[in-house]
Each structure stands twice: as structure tokens, then as C-alpha cells.
């Protein structure tokens, strides 16, 4: 079974925080995304990585940066955490190729 | 601008009331198109991919089509646990890493 695992369910963190967002999966899959979900704007691409050390910038990349160090281990930093970055966020993995990606569990985060 | 759209935008059936969701595209390009369900509060679940015009896939009570501007996923005799966001995405040529998603139709199955 498919399996993308986010770090925390739930986070609340202080305006001005660095705020790090774990995600790991068990696929050995090549490819590895990040989202935000927003009510009314669906689901936009912050960044996503194709290979170790390789990342590509996605629709909505500013205040984020993304670190990939091993192939299983994707990481979505919030460098200075601003109330307009409280959102749902989504992890996925897909294999190479022309393939679905897999979601994990998502990590509702509030800045207050 | 390539755009992906869902409609309706919410649903409500009563049990056993079959019926379609709708996922257009004006994309040149299209690499596959995906199928997804999401609870409230969880990440979206893989359902279907298609690849071609003609393409059908199907699965318990739900059937995922693909024609050159849009994609059905008819739901048959629905029950409640069918109550769910459905989302629908496209990939495109020169994009082949990205998902391109629409906003997804709420569907509300009454017992």
C-alpha cells in the first residue's frame, strides 16, 4: 500500500516563526510536491522535486523555500510565518513518468 | 490559459439517485487526467487516471470517461459514504511533473 507521510496533523505557530513541514514516503518514488488548499482557490503548487537536491519552483513558491536531501524525505519551510499562510498543506508523491501522485494526510497549519 | 473546471460546484442526491460530475479543459496537451476524492479535513485519495479519448475506468459504483474536452465520473446508485469532494486534474505537455486541479464538485449523498 501507497504510503506519503506528513509529520503533524495540526500546527499553530507564532507570527515570525520558522516553521518546518515534514513529509516522507515508502515508494521510491522520483517525484515529490507540495501544496496549499484554500477554500475557493483549490489546491496550488508551492514547489516540487524531481530528484535529490533538485526543486523546481511551483505557482506559489514566495515565503516558502523546500530542502530534499534523500530521495524518501521532502521538507517545506516557512522561513517567517505570516497569518496568510494559515492553510491546509498536502505532501504527494508520484513515480517518473506520466503517473498519479499519492497525498498524504495533509497538516492544517494556523499562524497566529 | 489552460484551465481545468468542475461543475457543479455541489451536488446534493438522494441514496440510490445516480448521476454526473462534470471536468472540462481548455489545455493543449494533455498528458493524463486524474480522478481524486477527499474527505473533509484529509488528503485527496488517487481514484482513476485516464490517458485518451474513448478511455473508461471503473470502480464499485463510480465510472471515470474521457473525451477530448472533458472527463465524467458518473456515480451510480450512490450511498452516503460516497458523500465526498471529488477533484479532478490534468497534466499537460511540458508540465509533465505538475497536476493542474480544478476547484471540485461537493457531492452530498442523502439516506
Known amino acids: 500500500d501507497v504510503k506519503v507521510t506528513q509529520s503533524s496533523r495540526y500546527l499553530v505557530k507564532r507570527t515570525g516563526e520558522k516553521v518546518f513541514l515534514e513529509c516522507v514516503q515508502d515508494?521510491?518514488?522520483?517525484?515529490m510536491f507540495w501544496y496549499r488548499q484554500d477554500p475557493g482557490l483549490g489546491l496550488r503548487l508551492i514547489y516540487f522535486?524531481?530528484?535529490?537536491?533538485?526543486?523546481e519552483k511551483g505557482d506559489i513558491p514566495e515565503g516558502y523555500s523546500v530542502s530534499r536531501e534523500k530521495k524518501e524525505r521532502f521538507s517545506l519551510i516557512l522561513e517567517s510565518a505570516s497569518t496568510n499562510q494559515t492553510s491546509m498543506y498536502l505532501c504527494?508523491?508520484?513515480?517518473?513518468?506520466?503517473?498519479?501522485?499519492?497525498f498524504g494526510q495533509g497538516t492544517r497549519l494556523t499562524v497566529v | 490559459e489552460d484551465q481545468v473546471t468542475q461543475s457543479p460546484e455541489a451536488l446534493r442526491l438522494q441514496e440510490g439517485e445516480s448521476s454526473s460530475l462534470n471536468c472540462s479543459y481548455t489545455?493543449?496537451?494533455?498528458?493524463?487526467l486524474f480522478w481524486y476524492r477527499q474527505d473533509p479535513g484529509k488528503g485527496p485519495e488517487f481514484l482513476f487516471t485516464?490517458?485518451?479519448a474513448g478511455e473508461e475506468k471503473e470502480k464499485e459504483r463510480l465510472k471515470a470517461t474521457l473525451t477530448k474536452k472533458e472527463s465524467f465520473l458518473h456515480i451510480t446508485a450512490p450511498k452516503p459514504e460516497d458523500s465526498a469532494t471529488y477533484l479532478c486534474?490534468?497534466?499537460?505537455?511540458?508540465?509533465?511533473?505538475?497536476?493542474?486541479f480544478g476547484s471540485g464538485t461537493q457531492l452530498t449523498v442523502l439516506p
Open positions: 486534474a490534468v497534466r499537460l505537455h511540458g508540465s509533465a511533473r505538475q497536476l493542474t
Open positions: 485516464l490517458y485518451s
Open positions: 489545455v493543449s496537451g494533455l498528458r493524463g
Open positions: 522535486s524531481y530528484d535529490v537536491k533538485m526543486k
Open positions: 515508494m521510491d518514488h522520483e517525484n
Open positions: 504527494a508523491s508520484s513515480p517518473k513518468g506520466i503517473r498519479e501522485a499519492f
